[in-house]
């Protein structure tokens, strides 16, 4: 597979989830563990462009697969639009659930890049915060749509 435009190989244990390979075997700790039950959306990566949730996905389902993590957004020259957007509108608090939702909200903008505030919180259903109410999260991805997100 390719992560964040890093071609990776690796053998793996058929049952080795998505999540556990990118943190434990490539270091990605931004893709964060929540549940493991697909709850929370903290481990939310784009899989080809769609955004997914890695605790449901086996490593081996992705082989030949572009993988895009957290880390793979920002780029030499910045902060990816969302990224920033997020920082802006304080979209976050402790921070946990950022990645997910980060993720998650670039997937929604590329499907529908001016979303109305119900249809982001439609769209952002699956990523669960426990801090911020998600009025600043949604308001963040109301800066960044049309923005280039």
């Known amino acids: 597979m390719t992560v964040n435009g890093q071609p990776r190989a690796a053998e793996v244990e058929p049952r080795t989830l998505l999540v556990h390979y990118l943190r434990d075997s490539l270091g990605l700790t931004g893709t964060n563990i929540g549940c493991d039950t697909s709850s929370c959306g903290a481990c939310t990566v784009h899989v080809d462009g769609e955004a997914v949730k890695s605790c449901t996905v086996l490593a081996a389902q992705v082989a030949g697969a572009e993988v895009t993590t957290i880390e793979g957004l ?30 998650a909200a670039t997937s929604l903008l590329r499907e529908h890049p001016n979303p109305t505030e ?27 749509a049309g923005g280039g997100a």
Do not use: S, W
């Open 74 to 103: 920002a780029t030499a020259d910045g902060l990816h639009p969302m990224q920033q957007a997020f920082m802006d509108c304080h979209g976050l608090q402790c921070g946990f659930c950022t990645p997910g939702m980060v993720m």
């Open 118 to 144: 119900d249809e982001v919180r439609l769209g952002l259903e699956g990523n669960l915060c426990r801090c911020t109410g998600y009025h600043n999260i949604v308001k963040a991805v109301l800066a960044c």
